[in-house]
Every structure is written in C-alpha cells, then in structure tokens.
C-alpha cells in the first residue's frame, strides 16, 4: 500500500525515520527537476548544485512544524518557496564572501580570483530583491511567482494552489514577469 504524501509529511515532520526515508523516495525526483530548472534558467551561475538546493529545501520543509501540506501540489508549493530562501541565504553569504575580496584559496597559501557568471547572479539577485518587494505590495503576485518559478507550476496548477483563477495568475504573471525584468535591470 502507498502511502499519500500528506500523510507521509506529517509523520516526518513528528521525526518518523521510516517516513522521512519513504517520503524522501516519493519526492527526490520531482525536486531534483525543480531545482535543476532553476539553475537552468540562471545559466549554472555558481550556485548551489540542484542536490544541495533539493536536501537543503527538504530539511526546510520538514522542520518547520507550522507547515502542514493540504495536498502533493501544495507540498511542491511549499517546496519552491524553501528552494527560494535557501538561494537568497546563499545569495547574502556569497555576498559577504565577495566584500572579503573575490579569491579562492589552493593549496597552502595560493590563491586564485574567483571567475564565475557574475551577471546570472546578479540577475538572480534582482529576481529574488523584486520578489521580496512584490511581497510587500501585493501578496498574491508573489505567490503566482513563487509557483510559476520556484515550483514550475502550470497556469492551472498555480491557480489552484493558491485559491484564484486562472485569467487572475496570468494577468498577475505576466505583471510580474514585466516588473522583476526592470528590478534586474537595476541590479545589473
């Protein structure tokens, strides 16, 4: 018998070592291609690799005892906004790491500059500083981005998830779309 992933993530999230392993079998994949989309989409700019993104977001979802999933497409909701934070947590360390001065060490006592996208992190950074203003502004632009993004949701799915209709997700999409374009603009 299968278990649903609801039920899966409940008993996790109370610390089930059986259902941690079996919920973890059910969802990698799905998560993995997650996660490789967004990677995609910012050329492999050096980022988190997709299976330090999928285990860090994992762990994220699953210590958080306030979230509960309604359903699989809601856990994959839930899902793509940790795959969010956890890139803007890594995105503020690399940023500390760049005001230290952009070398790597090798060896004993060599370094070498650092030569990496510079231009796919900044456009990341701008997506993720856009995202964090539209949040302030208006609540349901920001999910519609958070699902159409982060957890590669279709039009239909995202307006499921988060309670609208579909012409609503596609207005505020393309919005979106338009405003975080300017806000890495401003970063670049």
């Known amino acids: 018998m299968k278990t649903g992933v609801v039920e899966l993530i409940i008993k996790a999230s109370e610390g089930e070592q059986d259902s941690i392993q079996t919920l973890f079998e059910q969802v990698y994949n799905e998560l993995k291609s997650m996660a490789h989309r967004i990677k995609f989409n910012w050329r492999n700019a050096h980022t988190l690799n997709t299976t330090a993104l999928v285990h860090e977001s994992y762990l994220k979802i699953l210590s958080n005892k306030e979230l509960t999933p309604l359903n699989k497409l809601h856990f994959y909701r839930l899902c793509g906004r940790a795959m969010r934070y956890v890139l803007h947590d890594y995105l503020e360390k690399r940023q500390a790491q760049k005001r230290k001065g952009d070398f790597t060490e090798i060896g004993d006592h060599i370094q070498i500059p650092v030569v990496e996208a510079r231009n ?69």
């Open 120 to 188: 796919n992190l900044e456009n990341l950074e701008g997506v993720l500083i856009g995202l964090k203003k539209l949040e302030a502004e208006d609540t349901v632009m920001s999910q519609v981005v958070e699902c159409r993004f982060f957890s590669d949701m279709t039009i239909e799915e995202t307006a499921t998830v988060i309670g609208v209709s579909p012409a609503t997700v596609k207005r505020k999409w393309n919005f979106a779309r338009a405003y975080l374009s300017r806000s890495i603009k401003k970063i670049a």
